[in-house]
């Protein structure tokens, strides 16, 4: 039994350690003690050698006899504590309890991977076995889609046939969803994180720690905040990010999938791989979660540049010239932001391999080819409006975020340096059409607005909304 501070990993002798001969257990310890960084190292066993395993130098610190199997007198008087039952050991670890702050179709793919890992994969017991999972309560097909989900086991609205596990259960409260929580997840749409964790103040666990999965930043009167700062604002949370190529549908189908883990304390990055790594999902860690976390948030923007090249029906030079001029983009303002991001985060899952997913089959790509088909055939639309046709009451983030960087930009003076971003912004707004994506090296430079600073009356009777204001008050 191996603790760090308290209970926290039972472990056993590797196959191949020559234990049985004379302080042989003694010298096994050692090398556990040598490559791991535990505290205290506690003995179980029922037998002479396993209490004499303690009693040399550099053997454990503590004895636990074991008498499951057989009993021995002069064992059970020596140890610190006697055990009858393996389950008694399983209990007396650190286990941790998992909510879930969300339900649409990420939140859900991700249900899909964190219940297995939390009842069928979970061979330590380093995990309680129930997951509570926050939903926003409404009405589909006649019912209560909380009560669909703890029905069926699967979010029929947002991701139809993904088996969420018997062991989620959601709950229309987000109080009572948290509480007791060791680990809350959030992925819910950014735009709505700040009021949940105003609420949250004073509600959750101290000792907790969180991970988001939300792609999105918010943008203040200060400068902008990324969400995993928010959270550490306003909880007082560690918080790392879960970023990469993560279509849910696709990870829900359990086919080969990958994402990284941007993280600033290493010991809870590594439970959180135990808790989102599978066959099917692979998990990497790094140090770098503002890098992480602007990866997720801008790769957004260039896919709706990606699908506007797939509505005009250009090739791939077409797309690979604005994938490589978004990735370009991505990297200098997220540096330009944040002077700690590293540059190889952008070759990890979080980085190109995200991009190129999103850019293929992710909702933004379809939200922006629709609306690049249907503007060049002639049709009057907006993206919201497909967002409600398209998405199935899930929220398209990139055009949101690209109002929020937009702003960055033109509070720092910076719209000529980014010309992708700042072309899809003016293209997602109506003031040009989406064939303009194509002259993304020169929109930027054109004007858009009369004298004044306002649009003008001819941009408005078009159909052409203004730019949406996105700063938020500091606090």
């Not at 596990?165 to 007791?180: I, M």
């Not at 949250?200 to 969180?210: E, R, S």
């Not at 303009?436 to 909304?465: K, L, Y």
Request: glycine share 10%; hydrophobic share 40%; aromatic share 8%.
């Amino acid at each position: 039994m191996v603790s760090a501070g308290e209970p926290s990993r039972l472990i056993g002798f590797d196959s191949n350690e020559p234990t049985a001969h004379n302080l042989g257990k003694p010298a096994a310890i050692a090398r556990i003690r040598q490559a791991n960084p535990y505290k205290t190292i506690a003995m179980v066993g029922d037998g002479i050698t396993d209490l004499e395993a303690v009693q040399v130098t550099g053997g454990a610190d503590l004895f636990i006899g074991f008498g499951g199997v057989v009993q021995r007198p002069p064992v059970a008087a020596a140890a610190e504590w006697y055990v009858y039952k393996y389950s008694q050991l399983v209990e007396a670890l650190k286990r941790y309890t998992v909510a879930m702050i969300g339900s649409g179709a990420w939140a859900c793919a991700a249900m899909h991977v964190v219940a297995q890992n939390c009842l069928a994969y979970d061979a330590a017991d380093e995990f309680v076995d129930e997951v509570r999972m926050w939903v926003y309560e409404e009405e589909f097909q006649g019912s209560k889609l909380t009560q669909l989900i703890n029905a069926r086991h699967e979010n029929p609205k947002y991701l139809p046939g993904i088996n969420l596990g018997a062991n989620t259960v959601a709950d229309p409260d987000l109080e009572s969803t948290v509480r007791g929580a060791d680990i809350l997840i959030f992925c819910a749409p950014h735009q709505f994180i700040r009021s949940m964790c105003k609420q949250l103040i004073g509600k959750v666990k101290p000792d907790a720690f969180a991970i988001s999965l939300i792609k999105g930043m918010r943008v203040r009167a200060d400068g902008p905040q990324l969400i995993s700062a928010l959270i550490t604002q306003y909880l007082a949370l560690d918080c790392s990010v879960l970023m990469g190529a993560n279509i849910a549908a696709d990870i829900g189908r359990e086919q080969l999938s990958e994402a990284v883990i941007g993280y600033s304390n290493l010991e809870n990055a590594q439970v959180l791989k135990k808790l989102f790594e599978t066959r099917y999902f692979n998990i990497s860690l790094t140090p770098d979660v503002a890098g992480a976390e602007m990866c997720g948030t801008l790769k957004n923007i260039v896919a709706l540049a990606a699908g506007m090249v797939d509505g005009l029906g250009l090739g791939p030079n077409s797309k690979a010239t604005i994938m490589r001029q978004g990735l370009g983009e991505m990297r200098r303002f997220s540096k330009a932001l944040y002077a700690s991001v590293r540059d190889e985060t952008f070759f990890e899952s979080c980085g190109v391999a995200d991009l190129i997913a999103t850019c293929y089959g992710g909702r933004n790509r379809l939200v922006a080819l629709e609306y690049t088909t249907r503007r060049m055939a002639g049709a009057t639309v907006s993206f919201e409006q497909l967002e409600g046709e398209l998405l199935q009451g899930q929220k398209l983030q990139g055009v949101l975020t690209s109002n929020e960087v937009q702003e960055i930009l033109q509070q720092r003076g910076w719209e000529g340096e980014y010309p992708l971003f700042s072309t899809v912004n003016r293209i997602v707004n109506g003031y040009f059409p989406p064939s303009d994506i194509v002259n993304f090296r020169e929109v930027p430079s054109r004007a858009i607005a009369s004298d004044g600073g306002d649009v003008s009356d001819e941009v408005v009777g078009a159909g052409r909304p203004r730019p949406i204001p996105t700063a938020e008050a500091s606090g």
